[in-house]
């Protein structure tokens, strides 16, 4: 399975009693279905699942999948602290038809995830599902436990690994130049300000919180790398780096979900303790956003 292209990762709305809302978020996907992106990625830290019993995510997980474009792919966040637990959630995933799986480190005990005990586990868990897994690599969310470039090319060695979702802190090239020769093993930039050096580095695309709410510039953005666009491509991105500090990155996935609402798209509250965007803070990100992106729409233009 090649990952190429723009993949979303995709939000939960909740409602103002903290239910997950099924209707917006078949709503907002069947919006994304319009636009250029590759796939989906629920239940990652985009989707809050770190606040989502197992029961909500196999609903979730239920409408991405009923309602996702039959051109778009869906992995599924199936992560858990133990190999039991996430095999078995794997493969409550594989039966909803999920594409493959995104798995985070294990990371309750980081002291004991040496790079010996990570390739047990990712071992064990492609050996028990049938589906591809994507190795999903964020020490920010994970306690600092991360795959290592060495780690990673280890693990490419496995067929039914396919891929990771970088969103470390180490430099894209330190991981495309661990890369295998098999044409099948796929690196995505986890972040914006990683994407232009993965894609120039050998990254086949990228999993970015702002396609949830400006997909098609994202989607420029990784046309304009792979046609050999250099230096536009260099601008836009600097751009839309530039947009995010000054906007959603101050306010994590609260930030993302204040964007899709200032965009047509639907996404209720986070949930709690997380808090809205709320006020001049709201004020601020709208004006930032739509005089940026309109900004950014014309220079994509010229």
């Not at 090649?2 to 709305?13: K, S, W």
């Not at 990712?122 to 436990?145: D, F, N, Q, T």
Request: hydrophobic share 40%; proline share 5%.
């Amino acid at each position: 399975m090649l990952l190429n292209g723009i993949f979303v990762p995709v939000i939960t709305p909740f409602q103002a009693d903290q239910k997950v809302d099924p209707g917006l978020l078949k709503e907002n996907i069947q919006k994304l279905n319009l636009t250029g992106v590759s796939g989906y990625m629920p239940l990652g830290s985009n989707g809050e699942f770190a606040y989502i019993s197992d029961d909500e995510a196999l609903d979730i997980l239920n409408v991405v999948k009923k309602t996702a474009g039959k051109n778009k792919l869906v992995f599924a966040g199936t992560g858990r602290e133990s190999v039991k637990n996430t095999v078995e959630f794997s493969k409550k995933a594989e039966e909803i038809g999920v594409d493959a799986v995104f798995v985070l480190t294990p990371h309750y005990f980081p002291k004991q995830m040496s790079s010996e005990v990570l390739e047990k586990y990712y071992r064990e868990v492609a050996e028990k599902i049938s589906v591809p897994v994507i190795l999903y690599s964020a020490p920010g969310y994970a306690s600092g436990v991360n795959i290592e470039p060495e780690l990673m090319a280890r693990l490419a060695g496995i067929s039914n690994i396919s891929g990771m979702k970088d969103t470390s802190s180490k430099p894209v090239n330190e991981y495309a130049s661990m890369l295998p020769e098999r044409k099948d093993f796929s690196l995505l930039a986890g972040t914006m300000d990683k994407f232009y050096e993965g894609i120039l580095s050998g990254a086949t695309g990228g999993v970015l919180s702002s396609a949830n709410y400006i997909p098609e510039i994202c989607c420029s953005l990784y046309e304009l790398l792979v046609k050999g666009k250099i230096d536009k491509a260099r601008e836009l991105h600097r751009r839309l780096c530039g947009l995010a500090k000054k906007t959603t990155a101050q306010y994590g996935v609260a930030g993302v979900k204040a964007a899709m609402n200032i965009f047509g798209y639907s996404c209720g509250v986070p949930r709690r303790p997380l808090q809205e965007v709320t006020g001049m803070a709201l004020y601020e990100m709208t004006w930032n956003l739509k005089s940026g992106v309109e900004e950014i729409n014309n220079f994509i233009k010229e």
